[in-house]
């Protein structure tokens, strides 16, 4: 099921927005006594519905509360869980500089089935394994679920994990992609290094 967002505008000050997620999303987005909507919820100061059999979950809130609360990062939270990320790391969303991106590999290997998970089988890799060293080494976190990829991180986390993502779709060897990079976290570090620097002297 794939991930839509809409809106619909019910007078001057009220609105609603809709993500439309995979059935077998909607018990995670809940949550254990239904805590994870509740966090959404009191967090970002929205009203949730979620719809299980038609997989809409409805957005509302009030313009006038726009200053205390954040529709769109509810909206990122829901569209986060609805690709395969777990709360834990959905939640990341509410810390200002982070933020949610989708990439859909069909743009890379066409609707090849079979391209498909020859691709997802090469971002995962055995037990995870590559999965896990783009997240180490860009610093944003990837979930791989159907036709998509998200990645949730900081802008410069997400871009260089979505440029190791396409060039493993172009073929690329892991052992390139990882070098590739290596050499942008050497660069973070230099740079946090000459800020740190420039502190202290």
């Known amino acids: 099921m794939e991930n839509q967002l809409g809106a619909t505008k ?3 000050e009220i609105s ?18 239904g805590a994870v909507v509740e966090r959404i919820k009191q967090e970002c100061r929205v009203n949730v519905e979620i ?4 997989g809409n979950v409805i957005v509302g809130y009030d313009f006038s509360s726009l200053l205390e609360g954040d ?26 500089d982070v ?7 069909r743009d890379y290997v066409g609707n ?9 089988g090469r971002i995962i890799g055995e037990r995870g394994k590559s999965r896990r060293t783009i997240e180490e080494l860009s610093g944003a976190d990837v979930s791989v679920y159907g036709h998509t990829v998200g990645f949730i991180g ?3 986390a997400i871009k260089v994990a979505v440029e190791a993502i396409i060039l493993l779709s172009k073929g690329s060897s892991h052992k390139s992609v990882y070098a590739m990079l290596q050499n942008y976290r050497r660069k973070v570090k230099q740079e946090k290094m000459s800020l740190w620097e420039e502190q202290f002297t």
């Open 10 to 12: 019910y007078g001057p």
């Open 16 to 33: 609603q927005q809709f993500v439309k997620i995979p059935g077998e999303r909607i018990g995670v987005l809940i949550g254990k006594k």
């Open 51 to 54: 719809e299980s059999e038609t």
């Open 71 to 96: 529709p769109f990062k509810a909206l990122e939270i829901i569209s986060a869980i609805a690709r395969g990320f777990s709360p834990e790391r959905a939640f990341k969303l509410l810390h200002e």
């Open 99 to 105: 933020v949610f991106q989708l990439l859909d590999i």
């Open 112 to 120: 090849s089935q079979s391209s498909m998970s020859r691709l997802k």
């Open 154 to 156: 900081i802008f410069e």
